[in-house]
């Protein structure tokens, strides 16, 4: 798939207003269900709440982005920066119900307010990410064509890859998912895919990725 251009169609502003208004609306809502989170996380395993790693934003920049924790203290360790699958033992019980809602994204919420991510755009990726291939290769995600071109637009919460891109095809085929989305942003394209991503999280369907393009 050859790179689309940049496309901008509604001001800049108009995209990070949007951000801020719904990620601090988020915030203030989602307060009583951070403290419950917290105590069933710790109910679980007594392990971290959060999970913070660098992740790469725009233009390549680093940030640290936050989650809860849905998987075993210390599985990036154990098993290395593996992109999660269906059925996979690092999940924890209440790891799945978290990664089902969605709920364990709640802290990225705060990574929109400063400026960090958008509501809208390709998944934040950690820079050491790795894909394994159905052979056992391991391939570097910079190495995958579409990686640079990506990072040319804010990290999202949300996105045409996240709704849309089922779990276990490629970074190769997510990739263009992305690239679909950069070069057709639009004001009502972003609200589309929020409205999408709430009523998922509602019905608790996001590790289905059963999801109709």
Known sequence: MPIPPLHEPYPSPLKRSLDIS??????????????????????????????????????????????????????????????????????????????????????????????????????????????????????????????EARHRVRPGLTGVAQIYAPRDISRRHKFKFDLLYIGKQTFWLDIRLILLSFWISLRGKWESRQHKF
């Open 22 to 147: 719904l990620s601090g609306l988020g915030l203030l809502l989602s307060a009583p269900l951070w403290v419950f989170i917290t105590i069933l996380i710790k109910l679980e395993d007594g392990g971290p709440v959060f999970y913070g790693r660098e992740r790469v934003g725009k233009g390549g920049l680093l940030f640290r982005s936050w989650k809860f924790r849905s998987m075993i203290p210390d599985s990036d360790e154990r098993f290395g920066p593996l992109q999660a699958r269906d059925g996979d033992a690092r999940v924890t019980r209440v790891g799945r119900i978290l990664r089902a809602t969605a709920m364990d994204e709640l802290p990225q919420l705060w990574n929109i307010f400063i400026g960090d991510m958008s509501f809208v755009g390709p998944r934040a990726l950690l820079p050491e990410e790795i894909e394994v291939r159905a052979n056992g290769k391991l391939i570097p995600l910079e190495k995958i064509p579409g990686y």
